[in-house]
């Protein structure tokens, strides 16, 4: 989460403006898609395993559903705020639409701390949210998903008492559901290797064979551990990762020059995604500073941790043979050090183009729920990877043809395509 200094939804409408000028939206179109269409906020009352009622705050937002149900994850955490899921929620209708998958934006949230509350009052929380928001949600209005700190479980919780609330069966409501009970096979996968599928077309467009590349990646997450994982079987060579460390509340960069060994580190990486530092010495990676991830002499640096990292004081540490970065986290760069790479000529590969594939993924899920019939992972894979480069192709030669910058080309097609669907519609 972001230091309070940020605001993340000034950010995505800092983004916003820049392109609607570019594109001469009209005002109206501006008006309607700078702020989201709904946005509810909601208290939860939960008996306490002491016994005690706390009441915990919720929102939900949905920034637009011209395209679609709007669509996007609920979050738990203790500095959530509603800035933060604003900005989210838009991000979600430019991620669908830049992919076209005919799903719109949304994004949810509870204020809550999941490391100081016991499952079943995890378990009230999600279904007090949802009993606040039935109506207003639903597989054909507004599809929630997992996020932070929010997981398979807490999607089941919220599916089971949405279904009973309508009486009914409805699957197709939630994504991100276990295997076996709706979940989608690859949904694990999907983000991390969306993010090299989309790498792999870069590197094509740049004439650089992916085994003569290495990479740097931030995180060890989800995101991170799927993509080097990926990249290394298309022959790249990741020199170092970093992950926060819980018990030393610092960041450290985990660094070896020949290559990192994956299935080794995973072997001592909590779910959390931090690597045991002692450990790794132990199998001889360097322990350096959090933030030398960014410093190594490398084609790729791949941010896959969390927002705001590349900032303008750690722009400056990029080194001299970065050729591109490929944004596998939401919001890395501000828009300060942005301004510094384009100046710089590195070719980027944005956020919601990136990391879409978790979003597509989701939709496979919600297609199949709703079929009640089930894919098997080199289908929903290979479907994955049409979607994605598809997506890439069409917003890196919008970018060569318009002489673009990746981040903008990719927000003209997608605001264009909100856009578009807003008054078709005749919103606008
Ligand atoms: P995760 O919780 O699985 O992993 C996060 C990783 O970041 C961990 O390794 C953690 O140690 C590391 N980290 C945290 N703070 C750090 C710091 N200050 N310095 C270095 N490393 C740090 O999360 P994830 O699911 O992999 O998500 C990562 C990013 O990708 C987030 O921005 C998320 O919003 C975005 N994203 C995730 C998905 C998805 O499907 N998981 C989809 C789209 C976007």
Redesign the pocket.
């Known amino acids: 989460m972001a230091d309070k200094s940020y605001n993340a939804f000034e950010m995505a409408q800092s983004q916003f403006d820049r392109v609607a000028k570019l594109l001469e939206l009209d005002e109206a179109t501006k008006e309607l898609l700078r702020y989201n269409l709904r946005e509810y906020h909601v208290s939860i009352p939960v008996r306490m395993d002491d016994g005690k009622v706390k009441v915990f705050r919720g929102f939900r937002v949905q920034h637009n559903d011209a395209r679609g149900p709007a669509k996007g994850g609920i979050r738990f955490h203790p500095m959530e705020t509603i800035d933060t899921v604003r900005a989210l929620a838009m991000w979600m209708t430019w991620k669908c639409a830049v992919v076209d998958i005919p799903l719109g934006g949304g994004k949810g949230g509870v204020i809550c701390d999941p490391h100081n509350l016991s499952m079943r009052e995890q378990e009230l929380i999600c279904r007090g949210w949802i009993r606040q928001l039935a109506k207003d949600m639903g597989p054909i209005r507004d599809v929630p998903a997992p ?2 700190m929010t997981t398979g479980q807490h999607m089941l919780w919220m599916l089971d008492e949405f279904e009973t609330i309508h009486g009914q069966r409805l699957p197709g409501f939630i994504t991100g559901k276990p295997v076996g009970m709706g979940g989608s096979l690859g949904r694990t996968e ?3 290797y969306g993010v090299i599928f989309t790498v792999r077309e870069a590197l094509k467009e740049l004439n650089l064979p992916p085994g003569d590349t290495t990479a740097s990646v ?8 799927y993509a080097i994982e990926l990249y290394q079987q298309i022959w790249g060579k990741v020199v170092c990762v ?3 460390d819980q018990k030393d509340q610092i ?1 450290y960069s985990f660094a070896k020059k020949d290559g990192i060994d994956l299935n080794a580190l995973r072997g001592i ?1 909590d779910h ?3 690597i045991e530092k002692d450990k790794a010495k132990k199998l001889g990676y360097e322990v350096l500073p ?1 933030d030398a ?1 960014i410093e190594q002499p490398v084609e790729i640096l791949m941010p ?4 705001n ?1 590349i900032t303008p004081e750690t722009v400056k540490k990029v080194h001299a043979a970065v050729k591109f970065v490929v944004e ?5 760069t501000t828009t300060e050090a942005d301004a510094v790479l384009k100046d710089r000529g590195i070719y980027l590969i944005p ?1 919601f183009l990136a ?5 597509t993924c989701s939709y496979f899920e919600q297609v199949q729920s709703n079929m009640n019939y089930y894919w098997d992972k080199d289908e929903v894979l290979g479907k994955l990877d049409s979607k994605m480069t598809s997506a890439f192709l069409a917003v890196s030669e919008l970018a060569r043809e318009r002489k673009l910058y990746m981040r903008d080309a990719a927000y003209v097609i997608a605001i264009n395509r909100v856009a578009q669907a807003s008054k078709d519609r005749g919103w606008v």
Do not use: I, K, Y
Request: aromatic share 10%.
């Open positions: 996020d932070v999907a983000t991390g931030q995180g060890f997450g989800n995101v991170a551990q970093s992950c926060w960041s990486t959390f995604g931090g959090g991830w896959c941790a969390l927002e990292q596998g986290a939401n919001g890395p956020d990391n879409a594939g978790g979003v």
